[in-house]
């Protein structure tokens, strides 16, 4: 059964009321959820459950079911879960979360600066790092640190739209990622529009303008192979 994606159309809602759909050891579905399933490179959520009777059960993480659009809130094998019908909120780690946001956001804009083919990549609360598609190692670690915080700075604001199957179709490099490419045949895909910096394909959650995701770091910059090389980027820690 699909769930609704109440993180889709607003990132920033950290609970939502929700019904149990299904449970088994280890396994709890809702009609709805706050809770991003891991995809894209960008983790799953974790939180908690909250029962009318002041119960809680721990989320430890979030994945895409079997079907399409059915998602699974991970609990631990032992844990009790709640029977089909259940009335829960669903509410999430948010500080994690938010990490991811901002640093979701931060790898599009890395997009924007290094005009190249994306073969991987992969983010966390505290990193992230994206492989491109390069035969030459002519990446300079200076120069993508100081325009990717000229992009912070700049505070662009960001916003999600969709666009038709056929649409995307017709425009083929509004799509970075050459090994993951977006769902189709559901109709639609989401894109995200980082104004005036970068447009793809993206199921991802982000932050509302650049200025949000904070000062960052280029720490290494690795060859993969070949035609990979690698971008990693953290969180600027405060002097």
Same mark, same amino acid.
């Given at each position: 059964?699909?769930?609704?994606?109440?993180?889709?159309?607003? *990132?920033?809602?950290?609970?939502? %009321?929700?019904?149990?759909?299904?449970s /088994?050891?280890g396994?709890i579905?809702?009609?709805?959820?706050?809770?991003y399933a *891991?995809?894209?490179g960008?983790?799953?959520? $974790?939180?908690v459950l909250? #029962?009318?009777d002041?119960s809680?059960?721990?989320v430890l993480?979030?994945?895409? =079911?079997?079907s399409?659009?059915?998602?699974?809130? #991970?609990? *631990? &094998?032992?844990?009790?879960?709640p029977?089909?019908?259940?009335a829960?909120?669903? &509410?999430i780690?948010? /500080?994690?979360?938010? @990490?991811?946001?901002?640093?979701?956001?931060?790898?599009?804009?890395?997009?924007?600066?290094?005009?190249?083919?994306?073969t991987? =990549?992969?983010?966390?609360?505290e990193?992230?790092?994206l492989?491109?598609d390069?035969?030459e #190692? $002519?990446?300079d670690?200076?120069e993508?640190e100081? +325009?990717?915080?000229?992009?912070?700075?700049?505070? *662009?604001p960001?916003a999600?739209?969709?666009?038709? %199957?056929?649409?995307?179709? /017709?425009?083929?490099?509004?799509?970075?990622?050459?090994?993951?490419?977006?769902?189709?045949?559901?109709?639609?895909?989401?894109?995200?529009d980082?104004a005036?910096? %970068?447009?793809?394909?993206?199921?991802?959650?982000?932050?509302?303008s650049t200025?949000?995701i904070?000062?960052?770091?280029? +720490?290494?910059? &690795?060859?993969?192979? @070949?035609?990979?090389?690698?971008?990693?980027i953290?969180?600027k &820690?405060?002097?």
């Amino acid at each position: 059964m699909a769930t609704e994606q109440v993180f889709a159309e607003d *990132a920033y809602a950290r609970a939502c %009321d929700a019904s149990v759909t299904h449970s /088994a050891p280890g396994t709890i579905q809702l009609d709805r959820t706050v809770f991003y399933a *891991a995809g894209g490179g960008q983790p799953g959520d $974790s939180g908690v459950l909250k #029962l009318d009777d002041g119960s809680t059960v721990q989320v430890l993480n979030t994945v895409k =079911g079997e079907s399409v659009g059915e998602i699974l809130h #991970l609990v *631990a &094998e032992d844990a009790p879960v709640p029977a089909v019908g259940t009335a829960v909120t669903a &509410e999430i780690d948010w /500080a994690r979360r938010h @990490k991811h946001m901002r640093m979701h956001t931060c790898l599009h804009l890395l997009c924007a600066v290094i005009d190249a083919p994306v073969t991987g =990549g992969q983010l966390s609360a505290e990193k992230g790092r994206l492989d491109f598609d390069l035969p030459e #190692l $002519s990446l300079d670690k200076v120069e993508i640190e100081a +325009r990717l915080n000229e992009l912070i700075a700049r505070n *662009a604001p960001t916003a999600t739209r969709w666009i038709r %199957d056929a649409d995307l179709a /017709a425009q083929p490099d509004l799509v970075r990622t050459m090994k993951v490419k977006p769902p189709s045949g559901q109709g639609r895909v989401r894109l995200l529009d980082v104004a005036d910096v %970068d447009v793809q394909p993206c199921g991802g959650t982000h932050v509302k303008s650049t200025g949000e995701i904070g000062p960052v770091t280029v +720490r290494k910059i &690795e060859n993969k192979g @070949k035609h990979n090389r690698r971008v990693n980027i953290a969180f600027k &820690e405060p002097e």
